[in-house]
């Protein structure tokens, strides 16, 4: 089975611009979660989605940071403008429902994110 | 709230060596631990878990228990091998809100030949 995947692997930029980083969950898997990774502050969790709606955003740093789930398969984490800060490793992650407190979340390799 | 402390890293040993990587969590209720694995250029892989006190999760020749006296759930290896060099994270459920995990800061792995 394919695990979750995420686009591109690695994205430089240069400040001010938009950044769009794609995660597609696996099959069947109905919660998605969005991390955020650096050196600095470790593994944090930005925003996560049950069932393509959005449960907690409270970890998006600011409003430059938007994500969507339009349908099952596929997300979006958007930053706009970009700025050298956002710099990190970006994971996407995907969960099934049964045995909520028992399941694994299956990680993507991540998007390694350069602003310049 | 709820939280997850693992010893600073890195760890460093020699092929053949024996593990311990120390994890103590803090939360209300009985959340259900787990140990993922990062490799280099990847992303979080889950190595084992552990749902009540008592359970012992294994994998790969990785061992942990989950202690609720001493709210630990220590990670060990009897023999690493130079394969094992990565960054292991200590996590739980959230007991409030089992949809999140709450992961410690990670503790990096070095093995040697």
């Known amino acids: 089975d394919a695990g979750v995947i995420q686009s591109p692997r690695h994205e430089v930029t240069e400040m001010g611009q938009e950044v769009t980083l794609r995660c597609k969950p696996i099959s069947g898997h109905d919660y998605l979660f969005w991390y955020r990774q650096t050196m600095m502050r470790g593994l944090e969790l930005l925003i996560y989605f049950n069932n393509n709606v959005p449960i907690d955003d409270s970890g998006m740093p600011e409003d430059r940071f938007s994500a969507k789930m339009p349908n099952a398969s596929f997300s979006t984490l958007k930053i706009q403008p970009s700025e050298p800060r956002d710099s990190a490793v970006y994971f996407c992650?995907?969960?099934?429902?049964?045995?909520?407190?028992?399941?694994?979340?299956?990680f993507g390799d991540g998007t390694r994110l350069s602003i310049l | 709230g709820d939280s997850v402390t693992q010893m600073e890293g890195p760890v460093t040993l020699s092929e053949e060596a024996f593990l311990t990587i120390n994890c103590t969590y803090t939360?209300?209720?009985?959340?259900?631990l787990f140990w993922y694995v990062q490799y280099p250029g990847e992303g979080l892989q889950l190595l084992l878990k552990a749902t009540k006190a008592d359970d012992k999760g294994s994998n790969k020749g990785f061992e942990a228990t989950y202690r609720k006296e001493t709210t630990s759930f220590h990670l060990e290896k009897g023999s690493v091998q130079v394969s094992d060099s990565a960054v292991y994270f200590c996590?739980?459920?959230?007991?409030?809100?089992?949809?999140?995990?709450?992961f410690g800061t990670g503790t990096r792995l070095q093995v040697f030949p």
């Open positions: 939360a209300t209720g009985y959340p259900s």
């Open positions: 992650a995907s969960r099934a429902t049964a045995d909520l407190g028992n399941q694994p979340q299956h």
């Open positions: 996590a739980l459920s959230d007991h409030g809100n089992t949809d999140k995990l709450i």
